[in-house]
């Protein structure tokens, strides 16, 4: 089956720096790979996404790339602000009917102001 | 627009007692519907998908079941809660077949004592 890693398991940068999560999955039949941002103690949100037949989406300060040859995906935040604190999640699925999402351990980011 | 909601929001339940978390979505019809368990400071990791009224599928054998009785309602149980059931569960809903997003709910936070 599916196994997604996830790297830096925590990251810490300065307001305004950018930050950089990396994720790798195993199965090449992947092809849907979404960002989630958790704060503590609520349910994870949607912040980006990226279908395998596209190799960057932006939005405003958030971009997404997609390597299906090296089978990883990053997030990339820049000017980063204290809001942007939280846990952050990526997650691969085949879009099988069930629609099933594997998910990586996820990556604390702090932004120190 | 399409809300999702889950409750109780927290419980502390004893070792051996029973289990009912409830998650209901509104404003679409004929979702996939999924629950999830995240332990303290880990990933996501999925129970059960369900892709209509009766038909489930478990990822993972435990002693939890689910149920789905109406088209928007999915019911996570236990009939004897162990000590390892603790954990933030999270429901979540996606389009119906498609290849797409996830939306999360607020979470229940359960406690077994």
């Known amino acids: 089956g599916e196994n997604v890693e996830q790297h830096p398991s925590t990251l810490s940068v300065q307001e305004g720096d950018s930050a950089v999560i990396k994720c790798t999955y195993s199965?090449?039949?992947?092809?849907?790979f979404p960002w989630y941002k958790q704060e503590l103690g609520k349910g994870p949100q949607l912040i980006i996404d990226?279908?395998?037949?596209?190799g960057e989406k932006k939005d405003q300060r958030i971009a997404v790339t997609l390597n299906k040859t090296a089978k990883h995906f990053s997030l990339h935040i820049t000017e980063t602000q204290p809001e942007d604190s939280a846990v952050y999640f990526c997650?691969?699925?085949?879009?099988?009917?069930?629609?099933?999402?594997?998910f990586g351990p996820g990556t604390r980011l702090s932004v120190l102001p | 627009s399409q809300t999702i909601h889950q409750w109780p929001a927290t419980l502390v339940q004893p070792v051996g007692s029973p289990l009912s978390l409830e998650c209901t979505v509104e404003?679409?019809?004929?979702?996939?519907l999924y629950w999830y368990r995240q332990a303290a400071g880990r990933g996501l990791q999925l129970l059960f998908y369900?892709?209509?009224?009766?038909?489930i599928s478990s990822e993972v054998p435990q002693n939890l079941s689910a149920s789905r009785p109406q088209d928007r309602q999915f019911i996570l149980s236990s009939k004897k809660l162990l000590l390892s059931d603790s954990g933030f569960y999270l429901c979540?809903?996606?389009?119906?077949?498609?290849?797409?997003?996830?939306?999360f709910g607020p979470g229940t936070r359960l406690t077994v004592t």
């Open positions: 979540a809903w996606s389009v119906f077949g498609a290849s797409s997003e996830q939306y």
């Open positions: 199965d090449s039949a992947s092809n849907y």
């Open positions: 990226i279908r395998s037949n596209v």
């Open positions: 997650a691969a699925s085949r879009g099988d009917y069930g629609q099933n999402f594997v």
């Open positions: 404003g679409t019809s004929n979702p996939n």
């Open positions: 369900s892709i209509g009224i009766d038909q």
